[in-house]
């Protein structure tokens, strides 16, 4: 039977405790896993019995993709690229990377030449999750000697859900097309966008494509997109460990992914698809920043009192990162003001700054930029 809400915590504990709540051990070897389009067992491997794309992916060129070089060199001029991923759809993902990138938009700092890194399993160098690790490449680490305004691209890699334009209020705006390829929506001075929103007719319509037709779009916002010279790629993909994912991170391959801020709320059904996401950047060798955890309490607008909505029954974000040896970036609570910035398009930091998720925002913003190397000198 599920624990009741009152506030008592004592019987919630003892629940928790049940070795029924204990992680399962596993009977069974995991699956053999895809050998990936460039492998030369592509289509030919046990794993690929069953899969609707096996033909294709057997009669493919194999080797890596003649775009790569394309794209690595579009994006030379981007100091930092980082990932916001869930497993689990629902918790705020978009919403989290769109105050991510207002956090960092306009703030007066500099991009150091080495990422600082927390002592849970990181090196100075990038670490793919499972100890092992490669060094940055020189070419790709770029040190400001000054202060300046950071700006920042938030590219919209939710193919089927796109919702980043909406939230920062350009969902009427439309993609220009000049000889040296597609330019951004810039929101403002220091923030610019890419979301297939502005490829629409009309902004209602289904995007009802195929895996195929969603990572050729997505290699086309990062070859063709004229993202110019940012301190700050922030990528929102949508829920789930498949196509979107693995494109993001092929086609970022030689230019480097600084890393991943994992999103989830405190709940275990939320937790169960995080540990997912995790075990797929460590496998995929993706570097994990931290975990937010979204929606930690609700605040009241008018007394500013934090209530716990979501209890976590598990021990919520924290408990997972101390499990799995990762950094805890901060919980954000719920302020149902942040669902109506969103709306309207409104910063909402700017907005409502005496806001206790303003302040946590900031605390995780700053967490972040610790993370990938950047040091902000003012408040914003």
């Keep these: 039977m599920a624990p009741t809400l009152e506030a008592d915590p004592e019987p919630v504990q003892d629940i928790i405790d049940l070795p029924t709540k204990q992680a399962p051990a596993l009977v069974a070897p995991e699956p053999e896993h895809c050998p990936g389009p460039e492998s030369q067992e592509a289509g030919k491997g046990d794993a690929c019995a069953g899969c609707p794309n096996q033909q294709i992916c057997a009669s493919a060129p194999k080797g890596p993709d003649p775009d790569i070089p394309v794209i690595t060199e579009r994006l030379r001029d981007i100091k930092r690229k980082i990932l916001v991923l869930s497993g689990k759809g629902g918790v705020g993902k978009s919403t989290f990377s769109t105050l991510l990138a207002w956090g960092f938009a306009g703030r007066q700092g500099r991009v150091t030449a080495k990422p600082h890194t927390h002592n849970h399993s990181q090196s100075p160098a990038h670490s793919n999750g499972n100890g092992h690790s490669h060094a940055l490449k020189d070419e790709q680490v770029t040190e400001d000697e000054e202060d300046h305004e950071l700006t920042v691209g938030l590219m919209d890699a939710d193919i089927t859900g796109p919702s980043i334009p909406k939230m920062l209020g350009v969902d009427n705006e439309t993609i220009h097309v000049s000889s040296s390829g597609w330019s951004p929506v810039w929101v403002s001075d220091s923030l610019c966008t890419m979301s297939i929103q502005f490829m629409l007719p009309n902004r209602d319509d289904a995007v009802i494509w195929r895996g195929a037709k969603k990572n050729g779009l997505i290699k086309r916002f990062l070859m063709d997109v004229e993202w110019g010279d940012l301190d700050l790629m922030v990528v929102d993909t949508p829920p789930g460990t498949s196509d979107e994912h693995l494109s993001v991170n092929s086609y970022l391959r030689e230019g480097g992914v600084d890393g991943a801020v994992l999103v989830t709320t405190p709940q275990e059904v939320s937790l169960l698809d995080v540990r997912k996401e995790i075990d797929f950047c460590r496998k995929a060798g993706i570097r994990i920043l931290g975990v937010v955890e979204n929606m930690a309490g609700f605040v009241c607008p008018n007394c500013r009192h934090q209530s716990q909505i979501f209890k976590p029954t598990t021990g919520g974000a924290r408990k997972l990162c101390e499990d799995e040896d990762l950094l805890f970036l901060g919980s954000v609570?719920?302020?149902?003001?942040?669902?109506?910035?969103?709306?309207?398009?409104?910063?909402?930091?700017?907005?409502?700054?005496?806001?206790?998720?303003?302040?946590?925002?900031?605390?995780?913003?700053?967490?972040?930029?610790?993370?990938?190397?950047?040091?902000?000198?003012?408040?914003?």
């Design 333 to 380: 609570p719920l302020d149902p003001r942040i669902g109506m910035a969103c709306d309207y398009g409104e910063q909402f930091a700017t907005a409502y700054p005496e806001s206790p998720a303003s302040r946590a925002i900031e605390s995780v913003v700053a967490g972040v930029a610790k993370a990938i190397g950047i040091e902000t000198v003012t408040e914003q």
